[in-house]
């Protein structure tokens, strides 16, 4: 039995179930001894791609005796080369009000290699800061032949202030016998903590009461300043919403106000000690 490799191959090893197989000049061949009529043998040759695409093999078997079927002395088998592609998942979770939590990105090789991949990785900012949301790693994660799945733990912060969802990033570089599928993956760092409705209308030492058909809550999602505000729920026609405090004057109270409804039949009213103001 001969095999002819194709260039874009290295050569890893050759057995047979009987004889022997030796390797030179890019060619394998193997020496099966005598095989009784309807016998069979097995040839195992194993060999590591260099390039993607498309590669040719063949093979040929011959014997000393004259052949009385040589048409089926050779064989032709074309293969797809892919080349390995790392992929990092992305990752949300809450930060907790202390101490630290995982962030876990999983990083994925495909299809598996018959050699080690490596690739550097490290963490960036986004609207989440190192050293005060979670802290910064970097480092280099070795695959080795055949594994296919690696993790990176990168520690968030703990804390108890009321903020919006931030965001860090774990890049992929300077990956070694393998390329980059998705090289960045993202940690969503979820909020759990309450904005009161003071902390919302940056008024915290004020004591505030609500009240009507819907309940106030602090948000981070619409506000004038980008940062936060205070926001009634939904109310039906003729309903209303209310909020309140007291504060010793003399003095000058200012506030921004938005009110999404229908034009012309909800509106917005502003009292003092009662009194509806004009504005």
Not at 166 to 188: D, I, M, Q, Y
Not at 191 to 208: F, H, K, M, R, Y
């Amino acid at each position: 039995v001969t095999n002819r490799l194709p260039a874009s191959v290295a050569f890893v090893s050759a057995t047979s179930s009987q004889g022997v197989c030796a390797f030179a000049g890019g060619q394998v061949s193997c020496n099966l001894g005598v095989m009784p009529g309807g016998g069979r043998a097995t040839v195992t040759v194993v060999s590591q791609p260099t390039l993607t695409g498309l590669i040719t093999n063949r093979a040929f078997v011959g014997r000393a005796e004259r052949d009385g079927n040589p048409g089926n002395n050779a064989a032709v088998a074309v293969t797809s080369v892919l080349r390995p592609a790392l992929v990092i998942s992305d990752v949300s979770l809450k930060e907790g009000n202390s101490g630290v939590t995982n962030a876990v990105f999983r990083v994925s090789l495909s299809p598996p290699t018959l050699y080690s991949v490596l690739v550097a990785f490290a963490t960036g900012n986004g609207s989440a800061v190192a050293g005060s949301d979670y802290l910064g790693t970097n480092g280099v994660l070795v695959f080795g032949p055949g594994q296919t799945n690696q993790i990176i733990r990168v520690s968030v912060l703990g804390d108890t202030a009321p903020e919006r969802d931030e965001t860090f990033t774990v890049t992929l570089t300077g990956p070694v016998n393998g390329g980059l599928g998705k090289a960045t993956g993202t940690c969503t760092i979820l909020n759990d903590d309450t904005l009161s409705i003071g902390e919302a209308v940056d008024a915290p030492q004020l004591t505030w009461t609500t009240g009507g058909n819907a309940l106030w809550t602090g948000q981070f999602v619409t506000s004038q300043d980008g940062q936060d505000a205070a926001e009634s729920g939904l109310i039906a026609a003729l309903e209303e919403s209310w909020m309140q405090t007291t504060v010793q004057g003399p003095g000058q109270l200012s506030f921004w106000w938005k009110v999404s409804s229908e034009s012309a039949f909800d509106y917005l009213e502003f009292r003092n000690n009662n009194v509806v103001q004009a504005g």
